[in-house]
């Protein structure tokens, strides 16, 4: 029963892949970003082309997936993608450029480091992409749609190991469990150390 729940449930996530997978002449990618809300750290996009068949057991909206099968689906979800690229844009850029305009450039660079000749793109909300190929945005998309859901399972999977790594360099702010978002404990180092090279000034305005 539960494996069968699971393939439909994969059926009803992959249903507006399967609209542009069964279109002749077209190349279907998924984008997602992670990492637009925290105090810390980069935004990072993935782009990736995910075929029809198999239709991995588990993938879903990144937030809704535990850290233990996120990690094990990263592995999988790059054994079985045709394409998968990465882009990241960090702090200094997003207080240079803010937030939005960052996140578009990470997109705009995943896309161009791809190889596949891709022809349309579902997006995770954001439009207006410098980039050749059709944009798809969809509201919640990492919970709609199969390709953005792999997407955003690659970014955040990245995005939290480097995380866990930073963690090494400032233990005081908790990185490895926060990955830089505002939780109390995050926010109380700052008030009592200040911020370190990591953090993103124009976020913490109402903090220093």
């Given at each position: 029963m539960?494996?069968?729940?699971?393939?439909?449930?994969?059926?009803?996530?992959?249903e507006r892949?399967?609209?542009?997978w069964?279109q002749?002449?077209?190349?279907l990618?998924?984008?997602?970003e992670?990492?637009?809300?925290?105090?810390?750290?980069?935004?990072v996009?993935?782009?990736?082309?995910?075929?029809?068949e198999p239709?991995?057991?588990?993938?879903?909206?990144?937030?809704?997936?535990s850290?233990?099968?996120?990690e094990?689906l990263y592995?999988r979800?790059?054994?079985t993608?045709?394409?998968a690229?990465?882009?990241w844009?960090?702090?200094?850029?997003?207080?240079e450029?803010?937030?939005?305009?960052?996140?578009?450039?990470?997109?705009?660079e995943?896309f161009?480091?791809m190889?596949t000749?891709?022809?349309?793109?579902?997006?995770?909300?954001?439009?207006?992409?410098s980039?050749?190929?059709?944009?798809?945005?969809?509201?919640?998309?990492?919970?709609?749609?199969?390709?953005?859901?792999?997407?955003?399972?690659?970014?955040?999977?990245?995005?939290?190991?480097y995380?866990?790594?930073?963690?090494?360099?400032?233990?005081?702010y908790?990185?490895?469990?926060n990955k830089?978002?505002?939780?109390?404990?995050?926010?109380?180092?700052?008030?009592?150390?200040?911020?370190?090279?990591?953090?993103?000034?124009?976020?913490?305005?109402?903090?220093?």
């Amino acid at each position: 029963m539960a494996k069968r729940n699971e393939a439909e449930r994969l059926l009803t996530l992959s249903e507006r892949d399967r609209a542009f997978w069964t279109q002749d002449g077209v190349i279907l990618a998924g984008m997602d970003e992670v990492g637009r809300g925290p105090l810390a750290g980069p935004v990072v996009v993935c782009c990736i082309v995910m075929p029809p068949e198999p239709l991995l057991e588990y993938v879903n909206d990144s937030k809704k997936v535990s850290e233990a099968r996120r990690e094990a689906l990263y592995d999988r979800i790059l054994r079985t993608c045709v394409e998968a690229r990465t882009a990241w844009v960090d702090q200094t850029v997003i207080d240079e450029i803010n937030i939005l305009e960052a996140t578009k450039r990470a997109f705009n660079e995943a896309f161009a480091k791809m190889q596949t000749p891709v022809t349309d793109v579902l997006i995770d909300a954001l439009t207006g992409l410098s980039i050749p190929a059709r944009q798809h945005a969809l509201i919640h998309g990492d919970a709609l749609s199969y390709s953005i859901a792999a997407a955003s399972i690659v970014a955040k999977v990245e995005r939290d190991r480097y995380m866990r790594e930073q963690d090494k360099l400032y233990p005081m702010y908790g990185f490895a469990q926060n990955k830089g978002y505002g939780t109390k404990q995050h926010t109380d180092a700052i008030k009592a150390y200040g911020p370190c090279p990591l953090h993103r000034r124009s976020f913490l305005k109402n903090l220093l």
